[in-house]
């Protein structure tokens, strides 16, 4: 069990999940008597939304896995787990199956809601992870924004199911602004998750380099890379800086949970960034922006305290 529950990423799943529950129940009902949010899915609906993107994350997972066998026996040798604990065969049954199930949760919400349309967002998501990881993962770049994409589309479909298809001439103004605050953390996850995938192509470059791939370290180099990196990774820290100021300043909760939790650990990662040069350290940077992704989306949760 343990060995299936980590082929699916679990701890990665539950925070996928938690986002989305923060979403709908620290963001956006909390609002409905003050600022007249108006929300679409029940209770039932919106669990089932958060089921589909789980499965279709962990489908995600599975398939990444199963091409990265050659890869993760150099990378990582004792977190291989497809052909050591588990089939390929049966991972492959199970990717098929995480996938049916997300897709055809979203088919069924979709249309519950009368927006058949939406169902193709569940479709090209799971296609984009297959996609990635049997093709796109290899090739400069593009596999990293990606991904990085589908991981902000985790945030949005909150926004998407949640306020889309209840605007009207009334709450237009409302039902936007509520949808651009989810933008924000999209954005923010994007940025994050860029930068560390751009990090674990780093650490990984002598298995992707034996595989073939054409990751940005193995095109440029380890240091140039690696400076390129620390050039971006100061793009989510001046951002969140400048949003900050701009948006949150009068509200000293939020000032000071950024300040210790999100700006203060980005700009230790611009500092180790600066000096990386072994694996130990890019893994240490990857699991700084995996906390920093985390505490910046929990950042959700404040809402109901400062905007009133």
Known sequence: MIHFLNLIRWKNLVMIALVQILIKYALLL???ESHGVVTTLSPLEFSLLVVATICIAAGGYVIN???DIETDK???PGKVIVNKYISEKVALRLFII???IGVGLGYYLSNGIGKSGFFV???IASASLYIYSSYLKQMLLVGNILVSLVVALSLLLVGIF???PVINGGNRKVQIFFFRLILDYAI???MINLIRELVKDIEDIDGDYKVGMRTLPIILGRDRATKIVFILSLIPLFSVVYYVITNLFKQQLFVGYFLIFVIAPLIYITIKLF???QKPHYKHISLILKLVMLTGLLSIALYPYVLK
């Open 30 to 32: 909390p609002f409905f």
């Open 65 to 67: 896995d199963i091409y």
């Open 74 to 76: 150099i990378n990582k």
């Open 98 to 100: 995480l996938n049916i």
């Open 121 to 123: 967002i569940f479709f």
């Open 162 to 164: 949640e306020l889309l």
């Open 188 to 190: 923010f996850a994007f």
């Open 275 to 277: 000096s990386a040069e």
